[in-house]
């Protein structure tokens, strides 16, 4: 979740990598946008197929991909407020009497830019490159990674120095 509203409207959408602990794993991805006392709610429901438990699969979203959720006002309305996100959630989802576990694991989030058709993306190639790869730009948050690599480091480094 963003403090402010974030201007995401120069790319078409969204960008990634996922991996499920088992097949048929049901998960949203959820956009926000607006104001925090008046924030809608945006959905997107991926089912994990078989190859997802072995390897990561690429999955590019365009912002009319995402639709209103049923709960809220104006239930199914596609997004169309990429210069008002507020946040972006992954979610366990559940059929009805199923329970609701698993693990998901995302990496390499990006906003998809502006280059038109975007590049092969297949879960047969690795990790596309620079090339092959849609002009993205990267979410602002770098910082949750920084943070626990760099205690790492300290840490390390005060283990040698004891030793």
Known sequence: MYETPQDWSAG???VFYYRAAQAGLLFDIDLYAGPSENRETYLYTVEAPAESVGGWIPMELRWEDFHRADWEENAGAPFARANQVTGLAFGL???PDAPNAGSLWVDD???LGMAGAAADISPAAEQPTAPEQPRRRLLPCGGATALPLSLILVFSL????RE
Not at 158 to 161: A, D, F, G, M, Y
């Open 12 to 14: 078409n959408g969204v």
């Open 93 to 95: 989802n559940t059929l």
């Open 109 to 111: 989030l990006s906003i």
């Open 158 to 161: 005060l283990k040698r120095k």
